[in-house]
Every structure is written in structure tokens, then in C-alpha cells.
């Protein structure tokens, strides 16, 4: 391996994502901006099989991780929605997005494309109607829980929506996401041009062995559903089967061990492991399923890659458009996780009226509304700000630190108290 051949091989790979990507993050951020949350939350209120259904059909196109869902699921769980709802949305949300969907299909063809999206929804719509069979349902007894906070909304008007749609595409997304998905660009670079070939073949030829060594390495790792899709096809190409690559995108995003930390605390024991084994069933079953119906990688040939990304020095130039978007997305990239970066060193001082708190659990931009929407609604609060990368929450106001800590932990986040 020489440095010239991991750059050539790196290149390919963004340069065959990079388009997807960018149209991938558009669509969200209009679905972000122009689809309230009330809108989702009408339609998982009423404990039925109708409302799994819904949460995981609405939960599919939509671009949350594994951490994000979290506080998403817990607020839809506060403001009415059933425990089979919420779990149809756990599971479902964080296995796939529009953008992952897109991108799948750059890499790894239309039959990867079609069976991801399609696996997450029946897995979620099973992992729902199992919880509503088997859970109780708890009344919710917290009204204010239900309040929809106004202001959250009030700033969408017609004069701010093209700039939240290209703001949240293109920064706060990539904020998110960005760093796992270089992380996983840099390894499948990596694994292309370091891992023999049929490396997977010399340690594991049953393909349901890859796929419990697949789920071994997956589920307590913390990887976004864009971020896993290089790795899987690198590693598809050094002998992984197709069913234990379907295994890790559906497996990996879905769950890590923070997420399960959290549901358990948020949910309960029995939910949550009702939560975890509808992952790793199932994602093994449509792992068995798509190496029976012999679905494989589009341009998939022993010892070449997808759509040449595997195999640059034998694939035709990119194009000029590959080029500019693949240019545009790491530009995006580094502008975003260098903003982020520089917030964990932004000087948070308490003054007057002002108290900074610590708060563990928030990842991205997904946790950080959660926990501002749910500290909002605090009495004696007049505005707070919560810096992920940071952990600390600033809160002003004459809010008590007590009320301030439940609504903390209703989100889904853990309270460590006054920053000291």
C-alpha cells in the first residue's frame, strides 16, 4: 500500500458518493423545515396497529442517527404517542434517511437502495406491534409535557425557509453527521487498498458466522447510517457476503450502547430489550434473505469495486459535476466540524440571572433542540442555549436548578448540576 494509492482510492469513493450526498442532505432539510413536528406527532397519539405503521413509514425518510432519535422518540412519547409508536420509530428512524438511501445507491446499486429502506420499515412496524403487545402503556399525567412550544415554529416563515433548509442541509446536518461519515470515507480507503482480497473467506466462509461477527463488532459501536455505507461496500469486497454488509447498515445505526443506556432509562427494561432484539433479529433475517435471493453490489467483479470506487486506476476520470461536488462536500465538511470544534472552547460564564449547567448525552444538533425545547417550557426560564460538544447548558432566568434538572432528564439527557 502507498500513500498515493489510499488518496486514488479515497477520491473515487467521495467522488462516486458526493452527488447523492448533497441531494441526499437537500431533501432533509426541506423535510426539516416544512414538515412541523405536530405533523408527525397527529398520527402516533393512538395506541393501535394504524400508528406503528405511521411511525415507521415516517420514520424511514427522515435523517437521525442513533443519538438523535433518542430525544426525538422521548419527546413524541411526552406529547402522546404510544410506546409501540415511539419503538416502531426507534427502530425504524436511525437504520436509514433519504440521504442514506441516496447514498446507498451510489456505492452499492438499486437493490441495496430498496431492500435497506424496506428492511428498517418492517423491523420497526414488528419491533412496534411486539411492544404494544407486550408493554403496558402508561398514562401520561404531565400536561405540560404536551405543550407545543410556539416559538420553535414562529420563526418559519416565508421570508427564513430557503435559509433554514440550505443552514440545516449543509451545516447543522453535516455537523451531525460529518465527522462518522469521514471516519468512514478514511476506512474504506483504508480496507480497499490494505485488506487481501476474499479476506472475510479465510475466517468465516458461513455467511450467518459473518454476520454474528458483524453484529458482535456493530451493535455497541456508535456509526450514522451515511458513515456505514464505504465501510460495508469495502468490506464486501474483501469477501463479506451481501447479507452481512445488509447486517451492518441495518444493525450498526440502529443501536449503540448510549442508545441502549437511554431507552432502558427512558422506556423500561422490557421495552428496551424488546427494542434490541428486533435489531438483531432481524437484521439477520434479511441478511439470510438477500444472500438467498442473491442480491449483490451493482459492478461488483472479483477484485474491483462498485462503480469504480474500489478500483480508481481502472475507472474512468470523474467528471467535472463528481468534481465540483465532491469539492462543495468537503468544504461543507470542514467548515462544519471546525465550527464545531471551536465550541467546545467558547468561554460560558455564569452572570446575573445566569446559571451553566452540565449536561452529558447530547451528540448533535437533533439533541440540543430536544433539550432546549424541553428546558424552554420550564417556569422561570427566559431563554437557554445548550453546546453539545461542550455538555453544558446555559439557562437564564429564575428557574430552580430541580425543575431544570427533570426537564433535562424528561429529554433524555443525564443532569450533572452547575458547571463548575
Known amino acids: 500500500m502507498t500513500i498515493g494509492e489510499f488518496f486514488n482510492a479515497l477520491l473515487a469513493v467521495i467522488n462516486a458518493m458526493s452527488p447523492y450526498l448533497l441531494l441526499g442532505f437537500l431533501i432533509a432539510g426541506v423535510l426539516h423545515v416544512f414538515v412541523p413536528k405536530r405533523f408527525y406527532t397527529r398520527y402516533l397519539s393512538r395506541n393501535n396497529k394504524l400508528s406503528v405503521v405511521w411511525a415507521a413509514l415516517l420514520g424511514v425518510p427522515l435523517p437521525l442517527c442513533s443519538c438523535g432519535v433518542i430525544p426525538t422518540a422521548v419527546g413524541l412519547k411526552n406529547e402522546g404517542a404510544s410506546k409501540g409508536a415511539v419503538a416502531s420509530f426507534l427502530i425504524a428512524t436511525p437504520q436509514t434517511g433519504i440521504d442514506s438511501i441516496l447514498a446507498t445507491f451510489s456505492l452499492m446499486g438499486l437493490g441495496f437502495a430498496i431492500t435497506r429502506p424496506v428492511a428498517a420499515l418492517v423491523t420497526g412496524i414488528c419491533g412496534g406491534l411486539l411492544v404494544n403487545r407486550l408493554v403496558k402503556e402508561e398514562v401520561n399525567t404531565d400536561n405540560s409535557a404536551c405543550a407545543v412550544n410556539n416559538s420553535q415554529f414562529s420563526i418559519f416563515n416565508s421570508q427564513f425557509k430557503l435559509w433554514r433548509v440550505f443552514k440545516y442541509a449543509y451545516f447543522e446536518m453535516i455537523q451531525d453527521i460529518g465527522l462518522r461519515l469521514a471516519i468512514g470515507l478514511l476506512v474504506a480507503a483504508l480496507i480497499n487498498v490494505a485488506v ?33 455505507i464505504p465501510v460495508a461496500a469495502a468490506l464486501m469486497m474483501k469477501g463479506l457476503s451481501p447479507g452481512a454488509a445488509l447486517v451492518m447498515l441495518m444493525a450498526g445505526p440502529a443501536v449503540n450502547i448510549a442508545s441502549i443506556l437511554v431507552v432502558r432509562k427512558s422506556m423500561g427494561r422490557r421495552f428496551t430489550w424488546i427494542y434490541l432484539l428486533t435489531i438483531v433479529g432481524f ?7 438477500i444472500n438467498a435471493f442473491g442480491i449483490q453490489a451493482v ?37 462544519a466540524l471546525t465550527m464545531k470544534f471551536l465550541s467546545k472552547f ?59 434538572r427533570k426537564a433535562v432528564e424528561q429529554a433524555g439527557f443525564e443532569f450533572k448540576g452547575v458547571k463548575e
Open 346 to 404: 467558547k468561554k460560558q460564564e455564569s452572570v446575573a440571572g445566569t446559571v451553566v449547567y452540565t449536561v452529558e448525552g447530547m451528540h448533535c444538533n437533533h439533541c440540543k433542540a430536544a433539550c432546549e425545547q424541553s428546558v424552554g417550557k420550564v417556569k422561570g426560564v427566559a431563554s437557554c442555549e445548550a453546546t453539545p460538544a461542550a455538555n453544558t447548558l446555559v439557562v437564564s432566568g429564575t428557574a430552580a436548578s430541580d425543575d431544570v
Open 299 to 335: 459492478g461488483m467483479t472479483e477484485g474491483c469495486g462498485m462503480h469504480g470506487a474500489c478500483c480508481p486506476s481502472e475507472s474512468a476520470s470523474p467528471s467535472v459535476f463528481q468534481i465540483i461536488c465532491s469539492s462543495l462536500l468537503v468544504l461543507f465538511i470542514i467548515i
Open 283 to 289: 437484521s439477520i433475517l434479511f441478511g439470510l434473505l
Open 196 to 228: 487481501p482480497d476474499e479476506f472475510f473467506l479465510s475466517f468465516g466462509k458461513q455467511p450467518l458466522i459473518q454476520m454474528l461477527v458483524i453484529l458482535v463488532v456493530a451493535v455497541p459501536m456508535y456509526i450514522c447510517s451515511t458513515g456505514s
